[in-house]
């Protein structure tokens, strides 16, 4: 198979190429990336019907927690037993050892932890409201660098714990009703099913990228799904479900941190070529979003006040320059990324 013709494959099991529901989009792809919400509203804009996007209901379905990789993901509130598994991988340190560079004791923690816990249990509330509460039980600014850092802090340590949620469209936090968590192995295999059927046909690299495990750990998984091969261009690649082709758009305007950019081994990601990497991926992280244009990616985008602006990497002739034009000008007059 060629390359071509795969990606045509991949576009369509990613939504890109046809509409899905929110639930549909969140099942096949483990929900989407939610480091910054306009990039995510942007996710699911390009994969849901202009009708379902236009209708706020489909926000109130999800919540914004810490799942896979470590990273915030937008997923359905009905999975939460799912992400939060029992043993899940929990990133933040507990409530028993003072922060890493020692300026937050385990015992101040702890107190806010307290304080935190009986606020929510009152009502849900803002991260802003929570930090005020927290202001006025004595909380310092340099306490506050840590308790409310940019990698979430003690909420995030909650989350993580089960014991509370923040929703998706209102960005509150609310207190978690108790659940019954899948078990580890379910889960993981789980959530890698919905990779190799929602993604695939990846390659292990594309795993191991995706789920930053070891070889052997997703090689336990693999053996385990019943999954099909295929080769693309002499590489084995892995999936399930079926495969189909869809006519492929000439132009998408896709999110920063999308699925499509985060599932694929991004050195050899074949919608751009590798010399472009840094255009794309940061040194500090930030994946940024991109314009695909005739097969691949050729841009990055973003948007200032109602205008998008182009950061154009790929040398494009005169023509399709014109034609990607038009087309950031159709974005930019439907006005809603």
């Given amino acids: 198979m060629k390359h071509e013709e795969w990606k045509s494959m991949i576009l369509a099991k990613q939504g890109l190429t046809k509409s899905y529901t929110v639930e549909e989009i969140c099942q096949n792809l483990n929900g989407l990336q939610a480091q910054f919400q306009p990039y995510v509203d942007v996710g699911f804009e390009t994969r849901l019907s202009e009708r379902e996007f236009?209708?706020?209901?489909?926000?109130?379905?999800?919540?914004?927690q810490w799942s896979i990789r470590g990273t915030v993901h937008?997923?359905?509130?009905?999975?939460?037993?799912?992400?939060l598994y029992e043993g899940m991988k929990q990133f933040s340190l507990p409530l028993d050892q003072p922060s890493r560079d020692g300026t937050v004791s385990a015992q101040t923690k702890?107190?806010?932890?307290?304080?935190?816990?009986?606020a929510l249990e009152e009502r849900s509330l803002t991260r802003e409201e929570l930090k005020?509460?927290?202001?006025?039980?004595?909380?310092?600014?340099?306490?506050?660098t840590f308790l409310f850092n940019s990698w979430g802090g003690l909420l995030r340590y909650m989350v993580e714990a089960g014991e509370i949620y923040q929703t998706y469209g209102e960005r509150r936090f609310h207190c978690l009703p108790a659940f019954e968590p899948w078990s580890k192995e379910a889960a993981e295999l789980e959530i890698a099913r919905r990779y190799?059927?929602?993604?695939?046909p990846v390659s292990l690299a594309d795993a191991r990228y995706y789920f930053k495990e070891s070889k052997s750990k997703i090689l336990t998984w693999m053996k385990q799904l019943d999954l099909q091969t295929i080769e693309v261009e002499g590489e084995t690649r892995y999936y399930l479900g079926e495969l189909e082709t869809a006519a492929v758009p000439q132009?998408?305007?896709?999110?920063?941190?999308?699925?499509?950019?985060?599932?694929y081994e991004k050195k050899a990601n074949p919608f751009f070529d590798s010399k472009y990497i840094r255009n794309i991926?940061?040194?500090?992280?930030?994946?940024k979003p991109v314009v695909f244009f005739k097969g691949r990616l050729v841009a990055t985008w973003k948007k200032e006040k109602k205008n998008i602006i182009l950061d154009i990497f790929e040398l494009l002739?005169?023509?399709d320059l014109q034609e990607l034009e038009k087309c950031r000008k159709a974005y930019e007059e439907r006005g809603r990324i």
């Fill in 196 to 200: 190799f059927a929602g993604f695939g």
């Fill in 110 to 118: 702890q107190r806010f932890h307290q304080i935190l816990v009986e």
């Fill in 74 to 83: 937008a997923y359905l509130k009905s999975e939460i037993p799912l992400y």
């Fill in 317 to 319: 002739s005169q023509t």
């Fill in 132 to 144: 005020t509460i927290c202001r006025e039980q004595g909380m310092t600014k340099e306490m506050e």
């Fill in 251 to 263: 132009c998408l305007f896709i999110a920063g941190f999308d699925q499509i950019l985060l599932g």
């Fill in 281 to 287: 991926y940061t040194l500090t992280g930030i994946v």
């Fill in 54 to 64: 236009s209708d706020a209901v489909w926000r109130e379905k999800l919540v914004r």
